[in-house]
């Protein structure tokens, strides 16, 4: 029986997110300079039922909390971003002087600078996801409409329609970074998780997150994030950049998962195989 349908399942499921929160704190304090990271203070760690608030710092507490729908829910990418927002929070009010500003006056943005926080991430009710579809909805310049069209066309059925469409919508990234780089000097970046956490990733997965910085105009890299399902740290394939080519990126990660999963499935299908074969190369195939 899946551990939601219990109220003991519950309340395990929320111990091993509260765990998770206090691994991702201490990852996010030791990114600190040593004189800051010596004086933080681990917080408590509380989830609840908090309507209109992703997360809330309680000074008088020395307590972190988030919102149980967020944390038990979401993607662990929002978890963290919550989770850093406030821990910025902590870290203006306990170390940065904060004490007369505004509650994101100076030295909260300065403590998220610190710690990669977006300092919008709580105040905007709005997660991380729902800010990067709202960035892209305020979009208006064409290329990308353009864009998004020929990454959908390029999951047609007819092979060689597909490659055409997914090389134009490539030559149009390109097009439209080399126009970013020229005339947004100030462009904002962003950081998500493409895939979820996992305490394993199969060989495969090194290949397409290569592939998907190599082309895709990101930056990546393997971070250490909880696994919830597994109460145990794990890894998990971080990228950044623009809020368009991160959005791009990740549509062509999942469609490519999407569709190798696919085909896996249907060339097992009648024979028996392991889970780890579908890393190797069939016999009869070349293997470069």
């Known amino acids: 029986m899946p551990f939601q349908d219990t109220e003991h399942g519950a309340a395990a499921h929320e111990r091993r997110v509260l765990n998770g929160l206090v691994h991702e704190w201490e990852l996010a304090a030791s990114e600190l300079e040593d004189h800051l990271r010596a004086r933080l203070r681990r917080p408590l760690f509380r989830l609840a039922d908090t309507p209109g608030r992703l ?22 990418d929002e978890v963290r971003d919550v989770l850093r927002h406030e821990m910025a929070h902590q870290l203006a009010h306990t ?16 403590a998220c600078l610190m710690l990669r926080a977006d300092p919008a991430a709580s105040t905007a009710r709005r997660t991380l996801h729902q800010r990067l579809a709202a960035g892209n909805a305020r979009e208006k310049d064409h290329r990308h409409a353009r864009i998004r069209k020929l990454l959908a066309l390029a999951q047609s059925g007819n092979a060689h329609e597909a490659q055409a469409a997914m090389l134009k919508a490539h030559e149009l990234m390109a097009r439209h970074h080399i126009t970013t780089l020229k005339t947004d ?17 199969f060989k495969e997965a090194y290949v397409l997150a290569n592939l998907i ?76």
């Open 55 to 76: 997360g809330l710092w309680d000074a008088a507490k020395r307590e972190i909390c988030l919102n149980r729908d967020l944390a038990c829910t979401h993607p662990w």
């Open 95 to 110: 170390l940065l002087a904060a004490d007369g500003q505004p509650p994101h006056g100076p030295a909260f943005h300065q």
């Open 185 to 201: 000097p100030e462009r904002a970046f962003v950081s998500i998780f493409l895939g979820q956490p996992a305490l394993r990733h």
């Open 213 to 288: 910085q190599d082309f895709y105009f990101v930056q990546g890299i393997w971070v250490s994030a909880f696994v919830v399902a597994k109460g145990k740290p794990g890894r998990v394939l971080e990228i950044s950049g623009t809020i368009a080519n991160v959005q791009h990126a990740a549509y062509v990660f999942d469609f490519i998962r999407r569709f190798t999963d696919r085909e896996w499935t249907s060339y097992r299908r009648g024979r028996r195989l392991k889970r780890f074969q579908q890393t190797e190369v069939p016999p009869g195939l070349p293997k470069s």
